[in-house]
């Protein structure tokens, strides 16, 4: 999956895009593998034409897949042209999607194989979208979040209805993925009770790992809490025929559990050995399919929120008032919730999982979403991933992810304030995004060749700082560079570190000595 051209038209929520264009095609024969990485200042638009893209592709999964389709859809959240490439039976798929403006009969679908245009109906428009589009952010970064949000909200609603109206319906495979702080212990349990390959070798490395020791697992369904709800006439919290048979494969693979009957809950204990490994290996198959089973529990978390409150919060995000997530349930409260996540370290000591540092978390959260979505046609958007990275770690991110990307057919949008991330992409994936004035965004290539360049030049291309020294170092140096007695700017320079700089404040005292003689 490649995406090659989005344009938005118009968004009367982010007008500071209207009109934006930008190109993915590059020239290098490495674009396969090449993030395409947007730099700028804060409040130039990176994270919104970040959002603009999950945006288009949530109304376009809304729209036309073909389980649980959205026909309350009055119009597009924007107007937009879209042109991306996907990889079907081997082959090269292009997909050009135009929505003119916002009315729904305003779009026109485009879909080449081989240089011919196929035809096709709304119900096949599904099976060329991408397969997942995987957010990522660092902190609390709404803009990009709430399509994501939006998803889910939705798919947990679907699934309860699914469960109380006993419907025959199948489900569908989640399409939208958001990783955050939240989804992190998901993440390190589908990666290291598989373990599969030498990336996540290296991620245990590097995180001083050996192992996953031990880990626990609630789901409740009518407890205090639940037996508060009611749909269509039932109290508590039902489960799909998909999420009665996933509950019973993780009590095959616990190894003790207990069941307290009157409130229907489950309290499942994992120790981690080969004989647990293999029942969720005969269980599940892959990380990927236990994450998901973990995350469609997960959903059912949104369901212990009134439901006035939810509706609430879906106007105001469809009216933009309100970008936040949906109010966090109490661990007591939850459908499922874990606790009891033990490591071993590779110095023998047993720590909570929480005993990791935010950069750790942060790490093992990026690189093992990565590793686990390894579906072909998948879109990754990254915001800010490495915030919380140490500068050895951000030095080698590009290429670790390179690593673990290698030979997939996906893509990945990376936005970044770091010089180590520029300096490891080519000037052809650099997107510089520069703030005109309060209505528009300006995008422009890199002067020069980023790949390799030093930092100095990078912040000069992206950040137009002239000098890469912090400020209140910068203005003393300048305030010694016009001292006139050279026995200060003497005593001072050895308070100094080496820099540039350093040199010319030397000359000034040289030459002050000389006139003195």
């Given at each position: 999956m490649k995406i090659k051209r989005f344009k938005i038209l118009k968004s009367e929520q982010r007008p500071l895009l209207n009109n934006l264009e930008l190109c993915f095609e590059g020239c290098s024969e490495?674009?396969?593998?090449?993030?395409?990485?947007?730099?700028?200042?804060?409040?130039?638009?990176?994270?919104?034409?970040?959002?603009?893209?999950?945006?288009?592709?949530?109304?376009?999964?809304?729209?036309?897949?073909?389980?649980?389709?959205?026909?309350?859809?009055?119009?597009?959240?924007?107007?937009?042209?879209?042109?991306?490439?996907?990889?079907?039976?081997?082959?090269?798929?292009?997909?050009?999607?135009?929505?003119?403006?916002?009315?729904?009969?305003?779009?026109?679908?485009?879909?080449?194989?081989?240089?011919?245009?196929?035809?096709?109906?709304?119900?096949?428009?599904?099976?060329?979208?991408?397969?997942?589009?995987?957010?990522?952010?660092?902190?609390?970064?709404?803009?990009?979040?709430?399509?994501?949000?939006?998803y889910f909200d939705t798919y947990a609603i679907h699934t309860a209805e699914r469960a109380f109206d006993d419907k025959n319906e199948n489900d569908y495979e989640p399409r939208f993925y958001f990783m955050d702080?939240?989804?992190?212990?998901?993440?390190?349990?589908?990666?290291?009770?598989?373990?599969?390959?030498e990336h996540i070798k290296r991620i245990k490395?590097?995180?001083?790992?050996?192992?996953?020791?031990?880990?626990?697992?609630?789901?409740?369904?009518?407890?205090?809490?639940?037996?508060?709800?009611?749909?269509?006439?039932?109290?508590?919290?039902?489960?799909?025929?998909?999420?009665?048979?996933?509950?019973?494969?993780?009590?095959?693979?616990?190894?003790?559990?207990?069941?307290?009957?009157?409130?229907?809950?489950?309290?499942?204990?994992?120790?981690?050995?080969?004989?647990?490994?293999?029942?969720?290996?005969?269980?599940?198959?892959?990380?990927?399919?236990?994450?998901?089973?973990?995350?469609?529990?997960?959903?059912?978390?949104?369901?212990?929120?009134?439901?006035q409150t939810r509706e609430g919060i879906a106007r105001k995000r469809k009216q933009r008032k309100l970008t936040a997530r949906m109010p966090t349930v109490p661990d007591k409260d939850k459908v499922l919730h874990y606790s009891e996540l033990k490591l071993k370290l590779e110095n023998g000591q047993i720590i909570d999982y929480l005993n990791l540092s935010d950069g750790e978390h942060q790490y093992f959260n990026i690189f093992g979403t990565l590793l686990m979505m390894d579906q072909s046609n998948t879109l990754f958007l990254l915001d800010e991933p490495e915030t919380h990275f140490n500068p050895y770690w951000r030095r080698y991110f590009i290429s670790t992810m390179k690593e673990i990307l290698n030979g997939r057919?996906?893509?990945?949008?990376?936005?970044?304030?770091?010089?180590?991330?520029?300096?490891?992409?080519?000037?052809?994936?650099?997107?510089?995004?520069?703030?005109?004035?309060?209505?528009?965004?300006e995008v422009v290539p890199p002067r020069q060749e980023t790949f390799g360049a030093t930092f100095n030049n990078i912040l000069k291309m992206a950040f137009e700082l002239d000098e890469t020294i912090s400020d209140n170092s910068l203005k003393k140096i300048n305030e010694l560079l016009e001292e006139n007695d050279p026995e200060i700017i003497k005593n001072e320079i050895n308070k100094l570190g080496d820099s540039p700089l350093l040199m010319s404040l030397y000359r000034r005292m040289n030459t002050l000595l000389k006139k003195q003689e």
């Open positions: 490495n674009r396969d593998s090449n993030p395409n990485c947007f730099i700028g200042v804060n409040g130039s638009g990176k994270s919104q034409y970040l959002e603009s893209i999950a945006e288009v592709f949530l109304y376009l999964d809304k729209r036309y897949r073909k389980i649980d389709r959205d026909t309350s859809i009055k119009k597009a959240p924007l107007s937009f042209e879209i042109e991306y490439d996907i990889v079907k039976s081997d082959k090269i798929i292009n997909i050009e999607i135009l929505q003119t403006k916002e009315g729904l009969s305003d779009i026109e679908i485009l879909v080449t194989e081989d240089g011919n245009l196929i035809d096709i109906s709304n119900d096949e428009l599904e099976y060329y979208l991408p397969e997942k589009i995987v957010g990522y952010t660092s902190g609390e970064n709404e803009t990009i979040s709430m399509p994501f949000y939006s702080y939240s989804t992190n212990l998901g993440i390190i349990i589908g990666n290291l009770v598989f373990e599969n390959g490395s590097e995180l001083k790992i050996e192992s996953l020791k031990s880990f626990q697992i609630t789901i409740q369904t009518y407890h205090t809490e639940a037996r508060k709800k009611f749909y269509k006439g039932k109290r508590g919290i039902s489960l799909t025929k998909e999420l009665e048979s996933w509950r019973k494969k993780l009590i095959k693979c616990s190894t003790c559990y207990k069941y307290d009957e009157s409130n229907e809950c489950y309290t499942l204990d994992f120790y981690l050995n080969d004989s647990t490994k293999k029942a969720f290996v005969d269980h599940f198959g892959s990380s990927k399919n236990l994450y998901t089973a973990l995350y469609k529990f997960e959903l059912l978390n949104n369901l212990m929120v009134d439901k057919n996906q893509d990945v949008f990376v936005t970044s304030h770091s010089p180590f991330i520029v300096s490891d992409t080519p000037s052809e994936s650099v997107y510089i995004f520069k703030r005109i004035d309060k209505n528009r965004v």
